[in-house]
């Protein structure tokens, strides 16, 4: 960025390209579901290396979608992690089941074996539907593990992918991209402006379940198919002779509009193809991050990334001791943005917002306490010079009185 530019926590990328291919859908004939949403699918599956995407309106849509393919029903139990954004409980709650909160690993902010294990002492008697593990900042936790505890209480897995578009792990069956849906029914990815790639708003879920996806791409219409193999209704869509009537659609089941319209599909699959180029820059401003920040420890100290995960970071989380520094995460936060620097938190435990605390009462969660009394979001987006990290680093130390 040049010299005095605000630098905001994160930002998207657009470039002229993007510009011009929104630009060409445009001009096209089908501004919503028309040949770029296959297109974008085809693409984004395969990516991340899974059989099926669908394209939605947003991260919290893919999220309420997931929930309905699998057909979580009320009074069931989700379990999703304290730190997250808010969307990942609330889909429970679209579908009128309880989140359950699991605490984090103070550290990574991820839920593990053992928090997911603690909060099935919670369930209150409800049947365990779905367990939504959260990709925090990119990285990704002991999936396998938390697979395994699923299984054996017949639940199912929900990757909260939205943070770890173009992230690798390695669960010792070599190297898997997150969000592959290997490991779990189905992931679900956000790009909002600040994620790895962007359409402004936009979602999409993967799976390697053809029926799961086939319900997902129903859902996301209003729950109307117009493929003839799938009607029903033979006395309003069929002709005598079997043929599909031309006006044919079925509402088979009570969809949303969450349909991502092709303008957007346009921009998506031209911020796709850059994937690599954002995934290694934001690499590259991390390992420089934890070069700079050295000199702070141990009163700052980068996230914790697990074992086997090569994230491709969408926010730069440290963690800091505010209170040894003799300071409040407000004063610096303020004092970093006195000096063109913005920064956030990510994120206020879902359990203690309002809403969910009305709802789910006081819980004791001190990982997910411990994780928000130090966390603070450093500017990450590709656009940053190697010389933005410096002095943010730099701006950090200072207002930490290092
Ligand atoms: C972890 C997580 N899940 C879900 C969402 C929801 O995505 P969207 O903003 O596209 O609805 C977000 C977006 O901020 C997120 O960070």
Known sequence: MAEGDFLPYGRQTI????????????????????PLVPAFETAFAATVGAEHAVACSSGTAALHLALLALDVRPGEAVIVPAVTFVATANCARYVGAEPVFADVDPESGLMTEQTLRAALARLGGRRLAAVLPVHLTGSVGDLPAIRAIADGLGASVVEDACHALGTWTDFGA????????????????????????????????????????????????????????AFQAVDISLQPDGAANPWANEMQALGFNYRLPDVLCALGLSQLAKLARFAARRRTLAARYRGSLAPLAPLVRPAAVPAGCDPAPHLFVVLADFEAAGTSRASVMHALEARGIGTQVHYIPVHRQPYHRERCGDVDLPG????????LSLPLFPAMADEDVDRVAAALGKALGA
């Open 15 to 34: 470039e002229e390209d993007d510009i011009a291919a929104v630009a060409a859908a445009l001009r096209g004939e089908l501004l919503t579901t028309g």
């Open 174 to 229: 070599g190297a898997e991209h997150a969000g592959d849906a290997r490991r779990s029914a189905m992931a679900t990815f956000s790009f909002h402006p600040v994620k790895t790639i962007a359409t402004g708003e936009g979602g999409m879920v993967t799976t390697n379940d053809a029926v799961l996806a086939r319900r997902l791409a129903l859902l996301r219409s209003h729950g109307i198919t117009r493929e003839a193999a």
């Open 368 to 375: 997910a306490d411990a994780w928000y009394a130090r966390c």
